[in-house]
């Protein structure tokens, strides 16, 4: 592809961020999905201006360059705050879990920062300029939190598949695009270290197809019959497994009434 | 380029990974291992002849033996490692089925159940600890480098079969 050409092919990947963010935030809030994913809806509020900024400001100016840093942190911020909406979620339905989780979360973290800190390893060089450290900096916290919170994701999951817990199809689809995005985007940004300026066009332009495709499938795949809970199996093991877990309610429930009247 | 190939191949097993955790999430092939009956029939008892399975004072015995040959210690050696490895098969998917069962009643409770998450966290990897050291004494028992003691490991299945039994009332009817 030519210079000219991936430009342009650039510049459709940019408008179809602009609608397919727009889409999103329009079906979020007509299907009341906007309730319940609060950060994930105000982050494709405020994804409509941060893709409308890089279709008018030209890319060699100054203007473009401070955009890019301000915004930068302001796109990882709500990635943070997105994925713990999410872990939220994983666990609104079983409050016996809330421990469990806890625990799942602070091992998931800990695996997590140990692995972006070794995505973080390369450093600045004596011969950066100001504004190469400035564009430095923004793209490694990018790396850096882009590979913690997809290793966080994945190690919760993990920890977490070893209960017998079944998740919401909007939350199980929230899971998958968060690390496929997260993961790619961290590809991206080490190739573009890795391989240097030549491949930056072309490494953009990669970066954007997947935003795109993440957004659309989000836009597809995110609906309000996903909030519904999984139904059981009703086969003759079902029953079996129903008598067991009304047994189990029921000594939750005594338990439950035993350790109030201690506390009473 | 090498380590550009690398990570992306360690990016897609972790996108991999993702997809299948998230599919095991889905509940499309869940279920409930345990039934009341087996959680009042669970005893430590049927593991006692594990024991005293690689006890040393059987091949004492053999080699006191009229005609024993150093063979014939490494295949019994070899027979009681393969009972024994059953033997721990078996102790494995019990201690599984009681964690299961715990965390089935953590799953469907209404109130946080942080107590037994600590105990279940704590016992699994004293278990899972436990069964490595096990499996690598097994290899040098084979040798006859080292004996092998697993009364620690039943001592954490009875424990925790102890907290599901204390868990679950007796007065509960256990048939329907």
Known sequence: ?264 | MILLTLIATAALALIAAAVILVRKLSGVDQSLPVTAEWISDLSTEQYRPMMRLLDSTDIQFLRDQPGYTRAMEAQLRRQRVQVFRGYLRSLNADFRRVSMALKILMTHSEKDRGDLASVLMHQELLFLTGMISIHCRLALYRWGLCTVDVTGLVRIFDQMRNELCSLVPSTLPTAA
Request: proline share 3%; aromatic share 12%; hydrophobic share 50%.
């Open chain 1, 1 to 264: 592809m030519t210079g000219g050409a991936l430009s342009s092919f650039l510049r459709v990947l940019q408008y179809m961020l602009l609608v397919g963010s727009g889409l999103i935030a329009v079906k979020l809030y007509t299907t009341g999905l906007h309730r319940k994913y609060r950060i994930f809806f105000a982050y494709f509020l405020f994804r409509v201006p941060n893709s409308l900024w890089p279709l008018l400001l030209p890319a060699s100016s100054v203007a473009y360059f401070w955009a890019f840093v301000y915004t930068g942190p302001l796109v990882l911020i709500f990635y943070i705050l997105m994925v713990r909406e999410l872990y939220h979620l994983v666990l609104e339905d079983y409050r016996g879990l809330q421990t469990a989780g806890r625990y799942a979360m602070y091992l998931s973290l800990a695996g997590a920062v140990a692995i972006s800190i070794l995505a973080l390893l390369p450093k600045f060089t004596p011969t950066m300029t100001q504004s190469s450290k400035g564009l430095f900096l923004v793209s490694a916290a990018e790396r850096g939190v882009d590979t913690a919170l997809a290793v966080f994701i994945i190690l919760l999951l993990a920890l977490l598949s070893r209960y017998p817990i079944q998740l919401r199809r909007n939350v199980r689809v929230q899971a998958v695009i968060y690390s496929i995005f997260f993961l790619s985007s961290t590809m991206v940004l080490l190739a573009r270290m890795v391989l240097g300026k030549q491949s930056v066009a072309t490494l953009n332009a990669a970066s954007s197809v997947i935003s795109v495709c993440s957004i659309f499938a989000w836009l597809v795949m995110l609906s309000p019959e996903g909030e519904r809970a999984p139904q059981r199996r009703t086969d003759a093991r079902a029953k079996n497994e129903q008598r067991l877990l009304l047994q189990l309610e029921e000594l939750n429930a005594a338990l439950l009434r035993v350790s109030r009247s201690k506390i009473g």
